[in-house]
């Protein structure tokens, strides 16, 4: 948590992902950020993703997934955490 917001690690995120798959929540994207030294956390565009936006709007719920399988999987090596957001907000 960072003031009231849960960050998750890559690898939590992406276990996260599986559970909304098999829950039916869908996932609208997730926003990257670096955690700094003083406390604070710095937004990563490059990180984020927005599965609302009109880019993705004709991709089906299951590519939506992968997308974001496959996005999360790419940065597991990264030292960043992400914010989901989902509909229904569930975290």
Request: proline share 4%; aromatic share 8%; glycine share 6%.
């Amino acid at each position: 948590m960072y003031r009231g917001v849960c960050l998750l690690p890559p690898a939590a995120a992406l276990e996260f992902i599986r559970v909304c798959r098999s829950s039916g929540v869908k996932i609208l994207g997730f926003d990257g950020f670096q955690l700094l030294q003083n406390d604070s956390i710095q937004p990563m565009m490059e990180n984020s993703i927005d599965l609302s936006d009109q880019r993705h709007v004709n991709m089906t719920e299951a590519a939506k997934y992968g997308l974001a399988e496959e996005f999360l999987g790419a940065r597991s090596h990264l030292d960043i955490v992400f914010e989901m957001v989902t509909e229904p907000d569930v975290l």
